[in-house]
């Protein structure tokens, strides 16, 4: 006994060093003084005197303690939220197991924590204000309405609460839209909780004020936003398990005169997207020319480069429906498929292994090209993913059964169809409430009640499994050990009774009302054509990451719908939108935005479609597993194909759902491949392009020209030509290294790289 | 997967959200604001600047050599032999006598035997992850995985804290970048691996991409230069984004690698005399070995080598037997060729593997995945010399005393190169995450 209680001491003395850096820092600044709401700050607002309680009489634990521990840090991850607790002492992290905290306060150690003959000597107080040596420091002092309220739950025996006391079931934050000057504008907030019995509260003193970035709007604990510089905010608030939170805008209080231009609006993405460009008062970029429309016009459609032809038709057309006629064109270009195909591979995570009863290599392809074959006949998105959802049988014979052949492990497949059809990643919660958004661990593991009555098991040929709905089996709830009925993300409790629970989820998942799922969607295609989702990544919904214009998601989301889940038509509105087809270059009010889309932005091209292009423009063939020669590297359908220049240039493995597996990152590996590897040597020697063209007896000054409109989709400026040129005369006799090294020089250029 | 006992749980990288890679991208490049829900943390962005921070020192070693055997050797049959153990445990594999009193290596590593004495053996490694991918993250990051971070590599931290010296990439990979847990993780992929691409065993060895393509001589590659220049021109005046800064900052290292000699011949295994070679082995392992001398010679601060393959859940012994030869041969020359050169103090060398294999061998005749406890090795760079660190209990099942963990190897590496392992660098939406957490210097591993 006496060996364990000194290395438990140990243990904690470990332990307090350790952490000792970290947690003195966090709460040296937690513990700093609160600061009063500071006289003079400009604020018109008064902020309410939040009442922790307005009775006293009847302290519940549940109600009024817990949101204390909350609302001073006690149970946060670094403190003793974390999951051995802090010295000693453990606490459910953001309180999500409250019946756990009630007993570690009141029967762990008896009688160590609450002293209910001298209330006020009670361990768990005398730490809190700092009046015994506590690793956090004091957290708030005697006078204050939080000591008041612990103080008063002990003098009243420290009781348990009735089982069926209230529950707080919804959150409400006020002002819900701030138009701030900054910097010193200020706007107090006003937070209110309403409860299952009718009740409601002012908790403004006990939430947890946070924003999104504190460059442009801070806010302090009591909730006084004061405004910063130029930029958008999000201001939120957390109270119990809820999260909520104001969209701030925050403009120069001495910026010039702000006029809007009254740009022309092609259609209603415009007419949002403006909207907030004027509430920021930024300007948007012109509208970019036609051989800058028609590069990424191409590239973002179809992952392909256009051809001198169509560029030069295209630029000598006066057709004022052009650009219109260009995009239908393209959206019903096979290419246009390959493309969705293997964004949706990603997604789905078509990737081969070599273990047995996973994804067998012909299963891989058997998957693919089903895939491939729904988008080719423009199935709407919405039925696509409820064949895979809800799928059974073999995995040859019903190809969408491979989704559970991807992933066969029941919490992973839970996240993965979160994660990939709703853009919500759930693993937070699978160990405590998320912390930054509504999940708890109830919502969690009602979640993954939809997978736990998978059954697989071998068909007759070995790379095949069969998948087949077992009709029983449970995942308990790590802190009930029960399991959890299974519950739709954010909805009722399913009715599954006999039936697959995978059908059940199906249909919830792709009905047009579901609230995640067509604004998933719409969002992902948004990101495609601008670089960046409006909720961005786009896999990573949550309350403290919101839309950078909710109004435009939502109106996307509404079309889509409409459209009945038809990408091509959601494409189409938005290629053609004057938002898309904005010039990259800034003006002085939108240099800085990134979020607004005010001008185009400056994006490299993705590890595939850049190859494909070199392989087009140079008219050279590459090989890949299991495709034809010339075949293009979007149409790969394993992501275990191996390929150089795609591994250097951050092509998705295609091992998780997580968008972040495609890296655009610049690194050594990929100049030095550009300039001296064998992608763009091999490329113009096995093409010949260049003796292609002399042997057509072009002149050197057209050559030029070709190459330039093939790789940019321009025509060489008169400086460009002129230093050209002066290369070429250098070498006249024989023009062709020359060309070769402007060939060259052309691949390894960021305009080639990069689309704009 | 439980989270009982995980660090990340309590690591602030795990609290702290955060925001795409993407979105941090060039961050670390170019400097720029991360977002930040910083103020429930005690991070604003303010505070950021307060996050742990160490200036790098200059370290005792200047380079390190990481050698590591994928699979998991066992140390009963290399560093850690139990010839009293039964027959079951101990294998069938007798001992040679090390330079140093009373200790033993297996018979396998005769050449290593005799340099012992300028070496430091850990035989009480240990953690406790036995599947494949865990173990070899945690020996390549210092850290258990994470479902919420990717954590970068030993090398990339050294490459982000150190930086480019003498035109050479600061971490390189011998022959490839040999799983995923060597880049660089939430470190922007500009500090990832620097990989020959090609093995220098191999006749006709060329690093990838670094020599001038057939029948562009240097003068050719000037003139190329000054076309892209002007083809670039135009793009740049006209459009300003991180992201092209960026690349162009690459293209300049490519070119500075490229143009110099001195980095060219870094890698020119074929420079290197006949003799040197023998002394190293015309092997897979000696070339590889060999090289890694040659680059921590030429400037690169951590090059990652790996060799072998050492999951023997059947036959240990003949796998071990069957590999071993090149292996010990190479390792012995290297430690005598970076002594005889006077680098052997300045370059650290270290042997690891993802974890150890059971005491009992197997009814295969093999041994299976054991993370309780393994043996390392480790030589140079401010290593003791001459020592066994930590010990196994009769059968190799536990560590019976002095135990050392990741985390300790990796703050005990970092801190001979001059970087303070507690120091925080700032992961994707401004979270600090130390380079190592919880780790502390072993005073006992250093000279």
């Known amino acids: ?756 | 997967m439980s989270h009982d006992g995980c660090d990340w749980c309590n690591s602030p990288a795990h609290v702290r959200p955060g925001h795409s890679r993407r979105e941090f991208l060039y961050v670390g490049l170019i400097g720029g604001l991360g977002l930040t829900l910083g103020n429930y943390f005690g991070l604003s962005s303010k505070a950021l600047g307060e996050a742990k921070n160490y200036a790098t020192k200059d370290g005792v070693a200047k380079a390190v050599i990481h050698i590591f055997l994928p699979g998991g050797i066992a140390a009963q049959e290399s560093f850690d032999p139990k010839p009293y153990a039964p027959i079951e445990y101990r294998g069938s594999l007798g001992t040679v006598k090390t330079k140093l009193d009373g200790e033993l290596f297996s018979e396998t590593l005769p050449n290593l035997a005799k340099v012992a004495d300028r070496m430091t053996i850990v035989r009480s490694m240990t953690h406790g992850e036995a599947a494949h991918e865990r173990g070899t993250h945690n020996m390549f990051t210092g850290y258990r995985p994470s479902p919420a971070v990717q954590y970068p590599s030993f090398g990339s931290v050294v490459s982000h804290e150190l930086g480019s010296q003498k035109n050479l990439p600061p971490y390189v990979c011998v022959p490839n970048v040999p799983n995923p847990y060597a880049g660089s993780g939430y470190l922007s992929s500009a500090y990832g691996p620097f990989s020959l691409g090609a093995d220098p065993a191999n006749g006709n060895f060329a690093v990838r991409d670094l020599t001038l393509p057939e029948g562009i001589d240097d003068k050719r590659f000037e003139k190329r230069k000054t076309m892209l220049e002007a083809v670039d021109d135009h793009f740049r005046k006209l459009e300003k984004s991180d992201a092209l800064d960026a690349m162009d900052s690459f293209y300049q290292r490519a070119y500075s690698m490229i143009s110099s000699k001195e980095a060219r011949e870094a890698f020119n295994i074929k420079a290197e005399p006949e003799a040197i070679k023998e002394e190293y082995g015309k092997t897979t392992a000696g070339m590889r070995m060999l090289m890694c001398r040659r680059l921590v010679e030429a400037g690169v601060r951590f090059v990652s080598m790996t060799y072998g393959s050492w999951d023997h859940h059947t036959n240990v012994a003949a796998g071990v037997r069957g590999q071993t030869p090149q292996f010990d041969k190479a390792l012995a020359a290297l430690i005598l060729d970076l002594e005889r050169r006077g680098m052997l103090n300045s370059t650290m060398v270290m042997v690891t593997t993802e974890f150890g294999r059971s005491p009992k061998i197997n009814k295969d005749a093999g041994r299976d995945h054991w993370p309780r406890v393994f043996s390392i090795a480790l030589a140079g760079g401010g290593i003791k010399k001459g020592q066994i660190y930590g010990s196994t209990d009769a059968t190799a099942s536990e560590p019976n005393d002095n135990p050392l963990s990741v985390m300790d190897l990796a703050t005990t590496m970092y801190n001979q190169v001059g970087i303070t392992a507690d120091k925080e660098l700032i992961a994707p939406g401004g979270r600090p995450i130390e380079i190592v957490k919880d780790g502390k210097v072993v005073q006992e591993l250093l000279a």
């Open chain 1, 1 to 756: 006994m006496r060996d364990v209680d000194v290395m438990r001491v140990n243990k904690i003395i470990a332990s307090v060093l350790a952490l000792g850096l970290l947690v003195a820092f966090i709460f040296a600044w937690l513990g700093s003084p609160r600061r009063a709401l500071a006289a003079g700050s400009g604020s018109p607002s008064t902020p309410t005197v939040p009442t922790v309680l307005k009775d006293l009489d009847r302290v519940s634990f549940k109600l009024d303690v817990m949101p204390v521990l909350m609302v001073a840090g006690c149970n946060s991850g670094a403190c003793h939220g974390s999951a051995r607790g802090q010295d000693g002492f453990h606490l459910s992290l953001f309180g999500f197991d409250p019946d756990g905290d009630y007993y570690r306060i009141t029967r762990e150690i008896p009688n160590r924590r609450i002293n209910l003959a001298q209330p006020t000597e009670s361990l768990l107080l005398q730490k809190a204000i700092g009046a015994v040596p506590h690793g956090g420091g004091a957290r708030f002092k005697p006078d204050s309405p939080y000591y008041k309220t612990i103080l008063a739950w002990i003098e009243q025996g420290a009781k348990e609460d009735p089982a069926d006391i209230a529950t707080p079931v919804s959150l409400d934050l006020e002002p819900k839209e701030l138009h701030l000057k900054g910097p010193g504008g200020t706007q107090q907030m006003s937070a209110h909780a309403k409860y299952s019995d009718g009740t409601e509260r002012d908790v403004t003193n006990l939430a947890v004020f946070m924003t999104s970035n504190d460059n442009s709007a801070g806010v302090s604990h009591e909730g006084l936003v004061t405004a910063k510089n130029r930029g958008e905010a999000f201001v939120m608030a957390r109270f119990a398990t809820f999260t909520v939170g104001s969209q701030t805008i925050v403009v120069p209080k001495d910026a010039p005169t702000y006029v809007w231009p009254n740009v022309p609006e092609n259609n209603y993405i415009d007419k949002l997207v403006n909207a907030k460009l004027q509430k920021l008062q930024i300007l948007p970029s012109g509208l970019c020319d036609d051989a800058t429309f028609v590069r990424r016009v191409f590239i973002d459609v179809t992952g392909t480069l256009p051809t001198t032809k169509e560029f030069d038709d295209f630029v000598a057309s006066t057709d004022p429906k052009k650009r219109e006629k260009l995009v239908d064109e393209l959206i019903a270009r096979p290419e246009f498929v390959d493309l969705w195909v293997m964004k949706w591979a990603e997604l789905l995570k078509i990737r081969s292994t070599d273990q047995v009863n996973e994804m067998s290599y012909k299963a891989t392809l058997l998957y693919f090209d089903w895939l491939k074959d729904q988008f080719a006949k423009n199935v709407p998105i919405n039925q696509v993913v409820k064949q895979l959802i809800s799928s059974t049988g073999g995995t040859f014979k019903n190809p969408p059964t491979n989704y559970y052949q991807t992933e066969n492990e029941t919490l992973k497949v839970a996240e993965n169809t979160a994660q990939a059809f709703c853009g919500i990643r759930m693993q937070c919660a699978q160990c405590h409430n998320h912390p930054f958004d509504r999940w708890t661990q109830n919502d969690y593991y009602g979640w993954a009640s939809f997978f736990t009555q998978i059954g697989r098991k071998p068909a007759e040929d070995g790379r095949e499994t069969i998948v087949f709905n077992a009709g029983g089996g449970e995942v308990n709830h790590p802190l009930t050990g029960k399991p959890v009925p299974a519950k739709f993300l954010g909805g009722a409790v399913a009715d599954v009774k006999g039936k697959d629970r995978r059908a059940v989820l199906a249909d919830w998942l792709t009905s047009p009302d579901n609230p995640y799922f067509a604004r998933n969607i719409a969002n992902i295609c948004w990101a495609q054509f601008f670089g960046k989702g409006i909720v961005d990544p786009v896999d990573d919904v949550r309350i403290s990451n919101p839309p950078s214009n909710p109004q435009l998601l939502d109106e996307l989301t509404h079309r889509l719908i409409a459209y009945n889940f038809d990408l091509k038509k959601l494409v189409r509105d938005i290629c053609l939108s004057r938002t898309y087809q904005l010039d990259s270059v800034s003006n002085a009010s939108n240099a800085d935005d990134s979020r607004s889309f005010s001008h185009a932005s400056v994006r490299r091209i993705r590890a595939e479609v850049l190859l494909d292009c070199i392989s087009e423009v140079t008219e050279s063939k590459e090989k890949f597993r299991g495709l034809p020669l010339g075949a293009r590297a979007v149409q790969i359908a394993d992501g275990r194909t191996q390929n150089y220049f795609l591994r250097t240039f951050g092509r998705a493995t295609r091992e998780t759902v997580c968008s972040c597996e495609v890296k655009m990152e610049p690194n050594l590996s990929q100049a030095l491949h550009l300039l001296n590897g064998q992608t763009v040597e091999r490329k113009i020697q096995s093409g010949g392009v260049i003796k292609k063209l002399i042997a057509a007896k072009k002149t050197p000054d057209q050559i030029v020209d070709e190459l330039y409109e093939r790789c940019f989709s321009r025509k060489p400026t008169s400086q460009e030509k002129t230093k050209i040129d002066a290369m070429l005369a250098d070498s006249a006799k024989d023009p062709q290294p020359v060309l070769t090294d402007l060939f060259w020089a052309l691949l390894n250029s960021k305009e080639f790289i990069f689309t704009h």
